[in-house]
């Protein structure tokens, strides 16, 4: 049974005009969000518009910035506008689809902000919440590669659109993907070659699967992203439109020199939006992002191990040796140039610095010490991810992963460990049965009949048209999908037979049957394989209920904030002018008001306690000004004591100030 939820009513969607029309200018009325089906940008951007213009005492709507093509990044802040200013309460900030095929963030994200807005006169604890606090949703962080899911003929990218030249050849975006076959798919090629090392699975002959001499397999079979070999150097397809990897672009373990993370971090207008947005946000006190890589349904408050599809990995392999074209080998640690990318190579700077698209991998400590980054959550803060990975696990239902990606330079991360706030990540979803994260269960699987039912087209429920082609560049490794046994590189495992079960199921039209093929300069092959998108999207069918156990999981988040107050205060006169004043601070909140990595990072200002008279009107005691760098939650206090001189009857203010759990005031009549 579907999820009842308040939605716009339509009196309010006729008011939802565009305010910025005016003149000669003709409204546009925007249409509400139909949670049957994935939005392109310009649908997204009328929906937001239309949640703010008709909530405007709940919600803004604010360009944080554009992206390479253009496209406004918005965000909507939503909090009851009147009461304590909206940048002093602690606030959650939820972003996604930093991965452009990664389009089920942006749909949670935005039944999120339907959910919220029109749950407020109806529901208790949303009202409180967002009268305590604010709630700060990106829905659509990388616009442009998203938009590539609705292309007459589609090509899985996860990257934005800036140029980049993959095969180091002096040229950009030369040779990408073609559906040879028009079928509106490109998939994957495999071509018989004795001196291929594939074989034909033996668990379901639809896959394919690394052949091992050592257990007598013989190989036989080639496999190659689906397209002609248009720039004629040998490689197919290694060189296609984009671009960066946003996910891959933000500072905390960023992988220099991998393909798709950027000439230099934070290289990109995406990427700069958001981090300049959230660094002018300093009230943000825990960050949700919906995206490829996981710690919510993988239980211990570590990220989830890679698992990717073994079949887009071995056909983008085939372009590996293309990625070191203009390379040379390490002349050796002389020159100090060992930690380039592939291995014992260096290129040559195309940027003008050793290694090329990234800035040099420092030695260990910059010198031989030094504390190292942090890696792993600290001992302190992992029951706070323990006690929410479990809540989210409740509410969702989800137990296990599908596609997960290994996080290296991701938002989510950089939340955590140099932001220094409790940071989450989830795809979303994930297949049901047994699997990779979070112990036994099903997760909350899509389901092919109501997809059919609804009248959505094969492939990916809710959206016109067919899929596109596998990932440009990374669809599997260098993005963080799966690798095999065996193969150099190899990171993850392979999901690929989980998946065909799952789509087999649930009668999801998700797979391209292997078919034969002329090609121009391979001769006789097959086309086939997974459908892009549908991997890592649930048919549109399951959007609502999984927006709604989501949006219950954002309303449960947003009540674990700090939460300081004075919750004692004592005045006595000790005579001849003094007074003796006592106060106890307390955080009355679930999370402190710092993680331990956030003392450590310093990047949570320490809670403020201000006695608000002259320093020299204080005898003994406290400071004027005390600072706490973290007070824990769940009632935890700090006491202070202060003996001062005053006049009788004055008052006088105590404030106690918390960046991430809101601040409070007492006023004190000295008698």
């Known amino acids: 049974m579907r999820t009842t939820r308040p939605r716009f009513s339509a009196a309010l969607l006729c008011a939802a005009i565009v305010a910025a029309a005016s003149g000669s200018q003709r409204p546009v009325r925007a249409a509400a969000p ?119 003929v589609r090509a899985l990218r996860r990257t934005n659109a800036t140029p980049f030249d993959a095969d180091n050849d002096g040229r950009t975006d030369e040779d990408g993907q073609e559906d040879l076959n028009k079928d509106g798919v490109a998939t994957v090629m495999r071509v018989k070659d004795p001196k291929g090392p594939y074989m034909v699975s033996p668990e379901d002959a639809r896959l394919m699967r690394r052949a091992d001499p050592a257990k007598g397999e013989a190989g036989g079979w080639a496999l190659y992203l689906e397209g002609i070999d248009n720039d004629g150097d040998g490689f197919y397809n290694e060189d ?96 100090g140039r060992g930690g380039g990318r592939g291995g014992g190579m260096f290129m040559p700077g195309a940027e003008g610095v050793p290694g090329g698209r990234g800035t040099q991998a420092q030695p260990a400590g910059r010198g031989g010490g030094g504390v190292q980054p942090a890696t792993t959550v600290n001992a302190a803060d992992l029951e706070y991810f323990n006690a929410i990975g479990a809540k989210y696990r409740e509410l969702t239902g989800l137990r296990t992963t599908g596609v997960v990606r290994a996080p290296a330079g991701a938002f989510f991360e950089y939340g955590y460990f140099q932001y220094g706030v409790p940071s989450f990540s989830t795809p979303g979803w994930g297949l049901p049965g047994g699997g990779r994260a979070g112990g036994p269960g099903g997760g909350a699987g899509p389901s092919g009949d109501a997809a059919r039912q609804a009248g959505v087209p094969a492939g990916m429920p809710g959206m016109p048209g067919a899929a596109g082609a596998f990932g440009q560049r990374g669809a599997g490794r260098g993005a963080g999908g799966g690798g095999g046994a065996g193969a150099d590189g190899d990171v993850g495992e392979g999901i690929d037979l989980r998946l065909l079960q799952w789509m087999d199921g649930e009668k999801v039209d998700g797979f391209v049957a292997w078919a034969p093929f002329t090609h121009p300069s391979l001769g006789e092959v097959e086309i086939g394989g997974f459908r892009p998108y549908v991997t890592v999207n649930p048919p549109a069918s399951r959007i609502a209920d999984l927006g709604a156990a989501h949006a219950k999981f954002v309303v449960h988040l947003t009540s674990l904030f700090a939460r300081v107050a004075i919750a004692r205060t004592e005045v006595t006169a000790l005579g001849g002018g003094l007074y003796r004043i006592t106060a106890d601070v307390e955080n009355a909140g679930f999370l402190p008001t710092a993680l331990a990595q956030g003392v450590t990072a310093r990047s949570v200002k320490p809670v ?64």
């Open 34 to 152: 139909d949670f049957a089906r994935y939005h392109t940008y310009d649908e997204l951007a009328a929906a937001l518009k239309a949640a703010a213009a008709a909530h405007p005492d709940l919600a803004k709507l604010v360009s944080i910035g554009k992206t390479r093509e253009g496209r406004d990044i918005w965000a909507v802040e939503i909090a009851k506008q009147s009461g304590t200013p909206v940048d002093a309460r602690p606030g959650l900030l939820i972003a996604a689809t930093f991965e452009g095929d990664h389009l089920i963030g942006s749909e949670l994200a935005l039944y999120t902000v339907d959910y919220l807005l029109g749950a407020y006169a109806t529901d208790a604890a949303v009202k409180q919440r967002l009268e305590r606090a604010v709630v700060y949703v990106v829905p659509r962080v990388n616009a442009d590669g998203a938009e590539q899911m609705f292309a007459p």
């Open 240 to 335: 296609g439109p984009g671009g960066v990897d946003i996910n891959r672009n933000f500072m905390h373990q960023y992988p220099y020199y991998a393909a798709d993370a950027g000439r230099y971090m934070v290289s990109e207008t995406e990427t700069r939006a958001l981090l300049d947005y959230v660094l002018k946000h300093r009230n943000i006190a825990a960050i949700l992002t919906f995206g490829e890589s996981d710690n919510l349904i993988a239980a211990g408050g570590r990220p989830a191990a890679a698992a990717g599809l073994n079949l887009a990995d071995y056909a983008e392999r085939a372009n590996a040796p293309a990625r070191r074209v203009g390379m040379m080998p390490d002349l050796g640690g002389a020159m």
């Open 608 to 671: 403020m306690v201000q006695l608000g008279v002259p320093p020299e009107s204080i005898i003994t005691g406290s400071e004027k000004t005390s600072f706490i760098p973290a007070l824990a939650g769940s009632g935890n206090r700090q006491s202070y004591e202060w003996v001062i001189t005053g006049k009788p009857g004055s008052t006088v203010t105590l404030k106690a100030v918390s960046q991430k759990g809101g601040t409070d005031t007492a006023a004190l009549t000295l008698k």
